[in-house]
């Protein structure tokens, strides 16, 4: 997913707040599962069932700054029955600032507690 940096997403120095990171990576989960057919705001409303992150490992190589385009890279890692890790990178180009592991766990929207990832997506994501 390509994400171009503006100045809302800068510190006083014109460098992209470290949490801002954390936005563009968000977005870049969301448009993964929306390419797989997979529509959160229906899922959680039709099927009582969210998408959050359990767990999160940040390396900051290299920042970006103002105006930059970068692309963030999701990539399935394992598939579990109420989780997946993925790895996200961030690049300006072909330069890698941004290195991340992440667990993302499937809940009950209504109890906030664990769930089994419903088969139908689960199937989607064995695909890639």
Known sequence: ????????DTDSGGVVY???YLNFMERARTEWLRDLGVNQHSLKIKDNVMFVVANMAIKFKKSAVLDDELTVHTKLLKLKPCSLDLIQDIF???????????TVACIDASQLKPLKIPTEIKKLMETL
């Open 1 to 8: 997913m390509k994400i171009r940096v503006y100045y809302e």
């Open 18 to 20: 470290h949490a801002n």
């Open 92 to 102: 300006k180009g072909d330069e890698l600032l941004i290195q991340s592991s992440i």
